[in-house]
């Protein structure tokens, strides 16, 4: 069955740290990535995403993630962390018919 | 605002009752999914649509769980005797197919309380 994993449950950091969220997929068909973010009291909002091409995706308020299919992993990043990027994030894969997400990553940054 | 909507965003009912949440879709779009979340899990896929036609249901979705989209527009998800564990938010997406997916629109979500 396909799943997704993110190994981060609950990353805390200062603000102006970098930022690396781990995600393994395990589809191994043709795949579509994609990372959400929901914010406290918010719903799930599209950061970025991918389907082809340039492994390196930018995504909104300068995220961003890096496919590597050797790995099946779908790692975000984000140079310099901001307070207002506390939130939960989640890593998904779209196989087709419905999207599988991972069990999130709760991102608590500290000013 | 054409985003996804959802009603009611909070409803507490007692076991043993029915429960129904209407979601609706961005208006082009065709597709239409949802997804139960509970506190610290990312969301589970419950059932999907294309236009009217529901084309998958998770085994999650037990009989007491029905939901129709009756003219391909929106959608209805109703929990008939309700239990404490049926407890959660219950997301509604939409998406439109094509040449590629354009990834999903959240709405808000209704969150159900059972007690």
């Known amino acids: 069955a396909q799943s997704v994993s993110q190994h981060n449950h609950h990353v805390i950091l200062s603000e102006a740290a970098s930022l690396e969220l781990g995600c393994n997929y395990s589809?191994?068909?043709?795949?579509?990535l994609f990372w959400y973010v929901q914010y406290p009291g918010q719903h799930l909002q599209l950061l970025l995403k991918?389907?082809?091409?340039?492994?390196l995706v930018k995504g909104i308020k300068g995220f961003e993630a890096e496919f590597i299919k050797s790995k099946f992993s779908f790692n975000l990043r984000k140079p310099s962390v901001q307070w207002s990027d506390t939130a939960e994030y989640f890593c998904?894969?779209?196989?087709?018919?419905?999207?599988?997400f991972g069990t999130g990553t709760s991102l608590t940054v500290i000013p | 605002d054409t985003g996804v909507s959802q009603n009611p965003r909070h409803k507490i009912t007692k076991r043993g009752q029915n429960v129904t949440f209407r979601c609706d879709p961005i208006?082009?779009?065709?597709?239409l999914y949802w997804y139960r979340q509970t506190l610290g899990q990312g969301p589970e896929f419950l059932t999907y649509?294309?236009?009217?036609?529901?084309?998958?249901k998770s085994r999650l979705l037990s009989d007491r769980f029905s939901a129709e989209r009756p003219k391909g527009s929106f959608s209805t998800l109703e929990i008939q005797r309700t239990e404490q564990g049926d407890s959660a938010m219950y997301l509604c997406?939409?998406?439109?197919?094509?040449?590629?997916?354009?990834?999903?629109?959240f709405g808000s979500g209704t969150r159900l309380t059972v007690v």
């Open positions: 991918y389907f082809s091409g340039d492994p």
């Open positions: 589809y191994g068909g043709t795949v579509n």
């Open positions: 997406a939409s998406s439109r197919t094509g040449l590629f997916n354009y990834g999903y629109t």
């Open positions: 208006s082009e779009h065709n597709r």
């Open positions: 649509f294309q236009n009217e036609a529901q084309l998958e």
């Open positions: 998904a894969e779209d196989t087709g018919n419905q999207f599988y």
